[in-house]
């Protein structure tokens, strides 16, 4: 269990978080939503360790290993699909699995193409696989499916869910039907306003 207790963040004069508490069922989908600016992504930061808060407590994620997928899809210019993947993969079998996620995902056929030279839909799934390449017991999903359409949406939704299968997975969204898709609990931001 992930434990947040009185946890506050502000920048500057301006409080993102105002004493949050909750607790976060691990092995199953946990969605934070609520309007821009409520601190979503300020939530996922902490919980990854790339900020603090300003008080209060954060349990139950010491030795976690997580994977996440940002607003910004952080790919690597430059370098080819592939090599994007396999930035991540610290073992053969990691590697192994480059060629199934580039199929399940549609991409088979751009491994060999540079991130810039693919859509913003496309860079969103490379990210995504890269993401579930790494070794994870927790994975962090901000708004990850921005720019897929709804077909797209559901198929790389269930391959999350399989891939991520018996492990935490945290996602920031505005869209209810992605939280319906994903069985996900939902924390919802603006109710700690």
């Known amino acids: 269990m992930i434990v947040l207790r009185q946890v506050m963040k502000s920048y500057e004069t301006q409080v993102v978080l105002d004493h949050i508490s909750c607790e976060i069922e691990e092995g199953c989908v946990t ?31 010491a030795g ?19 090599e994007n993947l396999r930035c991540v ?45 790494a070794e994870f017991d927790i994975l962090v999903l901000d708004e990850p499916f921005r720019g897929l359409d709804e077909a797209t949406k559901q198929e790389v939704i269930a391959m999350v869910l399989e891939e991520a299968a018996g492990r ?19 924390l919802n931001l603006d109710e700690w306003r």
Do not use: N
């Open 31 to 61: 969605a934070l939503m609520g309007k821009s600016g409520r601190g979503k992504t300020t939530l996922l930061r902490l919980l990854l360790g790339l900020e603090q808060p300003d008080s209060g407590q954060m349990e139950g994620l």
């Open 64 to 82: 976690k290993r997580f994977s996440a997928v940002f607003q910004e899809d952080r790919l690597l210019p430059g370098f080819i699909v592939r």
């Open 89 to 133: 993969c610290r073992t053969r079998e990691q590697c192994d699995r480059i060629p199934y996620l580039l199929r399940r995902l549609g991409l088979e056929a751009w491994a060999g193409e540079t991130v810039e030279a693919l859509s913003g839909g496309m860079q969103r799934r490379v990210a995504i696989a890269r993401a579930l390449l």
């Open 168 to 186: 935490t997975i945290l996602v920031a969204t505005h869209d209810i039907k992605e939280v319906q898709w994903m069985g996900g609990k939902v």
